[in-house]
């Protein structure tokens, strides 16, 4: 499978088609997008930023890499690749976006996977510039931009399948970017997953997501996929860096995070559910863009 950078992109600003050049993206209103030296391209206007620097830290992103890197969510990374790739013909060429791509992990693994499919434009997308950094350094056959999925840059009815690792889904805009009969692949934590970290750290146990099928709006469900495993820890560091990589270690007082950093070995329960839905056969073309602020 040849692995290529996804080029059909939308300006953030007024959703026309970004042309690109060796340094640049620009559209035919004369919006331009630098591409930075690292080979990602910034496509998150500063007037459209929640707060200064959205998303995952430094730290944060770093902490993903080593314990994505280690392998521990490889289970998890075989079955979102193989959904993606269900279905798609052989000899087909097809794009995937990553909505919430991280430091690239998951399409990584996916560009590494045998498929009959001849070509995949592929597109990592996050709101974190951090991640998309740390993901650019580490494969420049992909389209890495910063972007939010509120607004994805990506023109409309331009994408075969859209991967959602655990992140924040907007079936509106995903429904516009994918073409008629595409994919949406989506994975989110189970009720038990690393409920064993969670009872250390909470005082009471706060219950992960609902067992259900999302209401997807737009989209028509095609199969669940559950993936339940042990994962076992042996080092206070690989404990951190999974903390750190999850909500948890910020919502927590002070002494969960300490009862915690006290671990040396822990043995988990993963416990995600993958979702396969098909995008509706009515094409959205219409585009609300945010409200610029002063």
Sequence with gaps: MIILPFHKLACPLDGAPLQYSVSAWRCDAGHNFDISGHGYTNLLPVQFKRSRDPGDSKPMVAARRRFLNSGFYQPIAEAASAAVLADLPSGATASCLDAGCG???????????????????????????????AAAKQDRRINWVVGSNANLPAQSG???????MFGFPVYTEFSRALKPGGQLVQVDAGPDHLIELRKIIYPSVIPEHATGTPNAGGFTHLATENIRYTLELDSAEQIADLLAMTPYLYRAKAEGRARAKALTSLSLTVDVRLVRFVRNATLLTRRIFPTRSS
């Design 103 to 133: 430091e690239g992990y998951y399409l990584r693994h996916l560009a590494a996977s045998d498929s009959t499919v001849k070509t995949l434009d592929v597109l990592g997308l996050d709101i974190s510039k951090w991640a998309v950094l």
């Design 158 to 164: 331009t994408l075969d399948r859209i991967l959602c």
